[in-house]
């Protein structure tokens, strides 16, 4: 009689060991990223106070409701969407152009590249830090070279009408670079032979660039697009260091009123209600942008000369 064949057992050898391997990471993973989000998520549908002694209760969807009635959180969104469209356009903008002069430089990039990443290397703490001393209005060197201008001093962080192009200014000067890294290596990893038979067949560096580059570039600029919206919206190192939401509540953006309420006001719940808001809101942003980018673009090759079709 025949022996028959034992199945080999699904918990044995090289299975074993793979969950083994893997499985200090996974409740690592666990115990500090899913455990607390969830925590929050059950905190945001409670009135818990963090100093009071009076057991927290379930309000249901009642944060959630206070927040549709709250003008400061509007305001606040209002900001924070400001500062947002205003750093991605910006940023997007001048790191396409310094990208691609980067891309034709015929030396030096690496080096440059690497001078490029250490504003964005530096704690965003230190950054502001920084600019606080050059915002400075008696003796900061932005004033002083007024000055010798024979301009008027301007009130850099005090100013209403000026305190959110300033924290703009500081966030620009430390993520461009970044933005720009991005764009340049996604430019590296295009096929030069496309852009080669581009030129044979007499294209200029527009129609190069307008059905060529962009088309191919358009997942890099989107995961860009997304990071810098991702950490548009969250910012608050600068805010907290160069103006602390002020003068008034012009720069208070959505980030910095959820500290206020969570760690001035104690209002946990109402603060864990105002973060899932606030994470929702870049969900469907990033859906957005990813889906107008897997969107076809350019007019169809039979309309256009073979050398401007999009590849």
Do not use: C
Request: charged share 10%; net charge positive.
């Amino acid at each position: 009689m025949m022996a028959t064949r034992r199945r080999p057992s699904r918990w044995s050898g090289g299975r074993r060991f793979a969950l083994l391997t893997v499985a200090p990471a996974t409740i690592i993973l666990i115990v500090l990223s899913v455990f607390p989000l969830l925590y929050s998520l059950r905190l945001s549908f409670t009135d818990q106070q963090l100093l009071s002694l009076v057991p927290p209760r379930f309000v249901g969807l009642a944060n959630y409701a206070q927040l549709l009635q709250d003008n400061l959180f509007w305001s606040s969104l209002g900001v924070a969407a400001a500062f947002a469209l205003s750093v991605v356009t910006v940023q997007l903008g001048v790191g396409l152009a310094l990208a691609l002069a980067l891309y034709r430089l015929p030396r030096y990039q690496q080096f440059i590249a690497t001078l490029l990443l250490i504003p964005s290397i530096l704690s965003s703490s230190v950054a502001s830090f920084q600019w606080r001393s050059l915002f400075d209005y008696s003796s900061g060197p932005l004033n002083y070279f007024l000055g010798l201008l024979h301009l008027p001093l301007l009130s850099w962080t005090a100013d209403p009408r000026l305190a959110l192009p300033s924290l703009l200014l500081v966030d620009f000067w430390q993520w461009t670079p970044f933005v720009t890294l991005l764009l340049l290596a996604g430019l590296h990893a295009l096929p030069a032979s496309v852009f080669e038979a581009a030129r044979v067949d007499g294209s200029s560096s527009w129609q190069i660039l307008r059905y060529q580059t962009l088309p191919l570039l358009r997942r890099v600029i989107a995961i860009t697009v997304i990071l810098r919206l991702i950490g548009a919206f969250k910012v608050f190192d600068i805010i907290y260091v160069l103006t602390a939401g002020g003068p008034g509540s012009a720069t208070e953006s959505l980030a910095f009123y959820n500290y206020v309420q969570g760690f001035r006001y104690f209002s946990v719940g109402y603060s864990a209600a105002m973060s899932y808001v606030s994470v929702i809101i870049v969900i469907v942003l990033a859906r957005v942008i990813l889906r107008y980018m897997e969107r076809p673009v350019g007019r169809p090759a039979a309309d256009v000369p073979v050398a401007e079709a999009a590849v």
